[in-house]
């Protein structure tokens, strides 16, 4: 059997180990206990998996939510001669059998699949009879209904685990915070005794973090403009708003500063294209691929080593959300910023997100029964069809959205009301009938948005702030943020 160090160097051409990766691949190789692994964005780790995945007899299921970002994994790795495969929605029903089957098979050694993957009664029929030596669940924090991007299907880990045999597992995220991380292991049918935990911690002295008192437009631009002028290089600039982030793009146009934008209203091939052209850090004068003005939608599968500077323009819903996104700074270990501009203001932006992203029980309901009455003329339509049968067409309230996403993640509905072709195909799920559930959500949501505020005002260490927002115990004052440098002086 190889080493992990032999797999590192033949397969991925490093020489040797990252932080905790090795400590955790022996943990998994060797002592064969499950693993839960809170690591910076950029740690590295689907190397935690990916390895002993190269060393176990049998196959590795890795369970991600995003789509492309499995995609992009499974292509690196074919690279690397690696036998990888990915199975989602966007696959033709010929290729998802002739996958699963060389999966089973043992002609894979890597198995990409999304949770909703599991919800196939053909998919778990099959699987059952594949040799899985290992289950890794990417994004874990998903898992748990009190982090920040809960996924229904992520709920039932356990229930996988057992239709697969308890396979050996490892979790991974960026972001949980205690009370995140105790759902992951009870989620996974495991007790504490049974899993090592493994902080890596806020191991980042390159990125320094500061955050600036706004008030108003002219003052952002302002401090956006010198920010760039000081870090010049790849640049993020966050915004919660596609409006807010058009206006600027106008400023900097003014200001004869060159950039791209991203967000989810561009079509599919212009976003593609964009994010091309800052990954080639293709900085012509018709690009503009070096600074991009980006809503929440750009990052996820971002592995750029030379980003110098990640501004946040309005303060984001979350601490785990603002974490996952300045860790795409500074991976070349290159000192970098990560800026937050607080302005009282745009609170009300995220208060208002806050708002549409939890309706009420009630509203569930009225929505379950408009489609059970109407899905033909939904589908006809469209979704301002159900807007007007909720007697309220404001643009801007998107509890509509939530409702029909929220129905397609706990499997109530199938298709899509922009494909026309949604339909019922269960009934409303209790958790969604559940109002005291609900309110204890928009309680948590608004909980995260105070320790976002909270962290704005922090005097003494920002980077301490952080790891114990996460329980990230012993984390010293780092010297390099803004906090620091006022108290000693700088």
């Known amino acids: 059997m190889k080493k992990p160090i032999e797999i590192l160097k033949q397969y991925f051409g490093f020489n040797e180990f990252r932080g905790l990766q090795e400590t955790i691949i022996n943990t998994l190789v060797e002592k064969k206990k499950h693993a839960l692994v809170l690591m910076p964005t950029g740690g590295g780790k689907s190397l935690i998996y990916q390895i002993p995945a190269l060393i176990f007899d049998g196959g590795t299921i890795v369970i991600s939510p995003l789509i492309a970002l499995m995609q992009d994994q499974v292509d690196a790795l074919k690279k690397r001669d690696i036998p990888a495969e990915f199975i989602n929605s966007t696959v033709s029903k010929g290729n998802r059998e002739k996958r699963l089957q060389n999966f089973v098979d043992g002609k894979i050694k890597l198995l990409y699949v999304t949770p909703e993957r599991f919800r196939k009664k053909e998919f778990i029929a099959k699987i059952k009879n594949a040799k899985i030596s290992l289950l890794a669940i990417d994004e874990a924090h998903c898992i748990s209904e009190w982090g920040h991007d809960f996924r ?37 049918n495991l007790n504490e005794s049974e899993i090592e935990l ?41 915004f919660s708003l596609i409006k807010t982030l058009d206006e600027f793009s106008g400023y900097l146009y003014k200001a004869n500063i060159g950039h791209s934008v991203y967000h989810g209203k561009l079509e599919p091939q212009k976003r593609k294209q964009v994010q091309r052209q800052f990954m080639e850090n293709n900085n012509s004068a018709e690009s503009h691929g070096e600074i991009i003005l980006a809503t929440n939608a750009f990052g996820m599968g971002i592995d750029k080593a030379d980003i110098r500077l990640i501004i946040h323009a309005e303060i984001p819903s979350s601490i785990e959300s603002y974490y996952q996104e300045i860790g795409r700074a500074g991976r070349d270990g290159k000192d970098s910023l990560c800026l937050l501009l607080y302005d009282p203001s745009d609170l009300y932006t995220q208060m208002e997100f806050i708002k549409w992203s939890n309706p009420s029980a009630d509203y569930y309901d009225r929505v379950y029964n408009i489609l059970r009455k109407d899905a033909d003329k939904i589908n006809s339509m469209g979704i301002d069809f159900i807007r007007e049968e909720m007697s309220f067409k404001d643009r801007s309230d998107f509890r509509v959205e939530t409702v029909l996403s929220m129905l397609d993640r706990y499997g109530v509905t199938e298709g899509s009301v922009e494909n026309s072709n949604i339909k019922l195909i269960s009934e409303l799920h209790p958790n969604l009938e559940n109002e005291k559930r609900l309110e204890n959500k928009l309680m948590n949501d608004n909980k995260k948005l105070l320790a976002m505020v909270n962290y704005f005002k922090e005097e003494k260490c920002r980077r301490v702030f952080i790891s114990d ?15 620091c440098n006022k108290e000693s002086g700088e």
């Open 152 to 188: 229904p299907d992520y709920s039932r880990i356990g229930e996988f685990r057992k239709l697969i045999g308890n396979p050996l597992t490892v979790a991974l995220t960026a972001t949980a915070t205690l009370d995140v991380q105790k759902d992951i292991i009870k989620k996974m």
């Open 469 to 483: 927002y996460f329980g990230f115990a012993g984390e010293k004052p780092c010297g390099n943020c803004d906090c």
């Open 198 to 238: 493994f902080h890596q911690g806020i191991q980042r002295p390159n990125l320094r973090l500061e955050a600036k008192d706004i008030w108003g437009y002219d003052d952002k631009l302002e401090k956006i403009i010198d920010a760039l002028q000081t870090y010049k290089g790849s640049t993020i600039i966050y």
